[in-house]
């Protein structure tokens, strides 16, 4: 059986799809196919790349991503991305999706055209990068002389990108709606609301996945909540293992531990 395993954009919730896959790999389940978008792009990047949830957290850590940000004083966003080119590719040195030991599909929006791309052979770094661009926050990414803005604008849980290539989905989504305290800021309001946007998007997505998780823990936090890494890789990590015997159902087979 070949499992395809798709990972939502999210910002820094995003981390917790690395807590969501360690809980995964200690059942015994692999994956054939990856679909990424926004954080699920870097995510699946590094998973892909063969690096282990653990050591794709301290990366995540330990990059200074923050600091490799520059201003875009174009004005077509207040970020430029390119200078973190550099930065991953000291991760993923051949930059290429064909040097994966997981075949990957990442998923960006070409803002002019108004359409999906679906980036899965030849350079590797710019695209996952394209995929995070938030508009109004990051500067579209250019490749090939083609603007490129976060993928989650039209399409959050790539499903359809690997539907046909798998025999079982799993979704993992962490773009999490849920109370929260009454908002107060500017950023608060417009985070809120690309998160409502995103999300009536995608909802016709998750009855195509045999399997999603998505820890309702996650609507406490926000999307740059990258100081609590830890406890967002603990919240993917122990909400998957609380699902252990529905994964099980899904499967209809006993899933075997690997300590």
């Known amino acids: 059986m070949k ?112 359409e999906q791309v679906v980036f899965e052979q030849g350079e590797l770094i710019r695209p996952v990068l394209a995929s995070c661009c938030l508009p109004g926050i990051f500067e579209p990414m250019l490749i090939n002389k083609r603007q490129f803005v976060d993928g989650g604008v039209l399409n959050n849980l790539p499903v359809d990108v690997i539907e046909n290539k798998v025999d079982f989905v799993i979704g993992s989504h962490c773009n999490v709606l849920g109370p929260r305290k009454p908002i107060r800021s500017m950023r608060g309001v417009i985070e809120r609301s690309l998160v409502l946007a995103v999300q009536s998007k995608t909802r016709d997505r998750f009855a195509k996945c045999n399997v999603l998780i998505e820890p309702p823990q996650l609507s406490q936090y926000t999307t740059t909540d990258i100081s609590k890494a830890r406890e967002l890789f603990r919240v993917g990590y122990q909400y998957t293992r609380s699902m252990r015997s529905e994964i099980e159902a899904s499967f209809e087979k006993p899933i075997v531990e690997i300590s």
């Open 3 to 114: 499992i395809g395993l798709v990972l939502s954009g999210g910002g820094a919730r995003g981390i917790a799809h690395l807590g969501i896959i360690k809980a995964l790999q200690e059942m015994g389940l692999g994956f054939d196919q990856i679909a990424g978008t926004s954080a699920g792009a870097i995510t699946g990047a590094l998973i892909a790349q063969g690096y282990t949830p653990d050591e794709s957290l301290k990366i995540i850590e330990s990059s200074a991503f923050v600091r490799h940000l520059r201003p875009a004083w174009n004005r077509m966003g207040l970020l430029r991305l390119d200078m973190v080119v550099d930065l991953y590719r000291k991760y993923i040195p051949h930059d290429s999706f064909e040097g994966l030991q997981t075949p990957l599909h990442i998923v960006a929006v070409d803002l002019n055209a108004g």
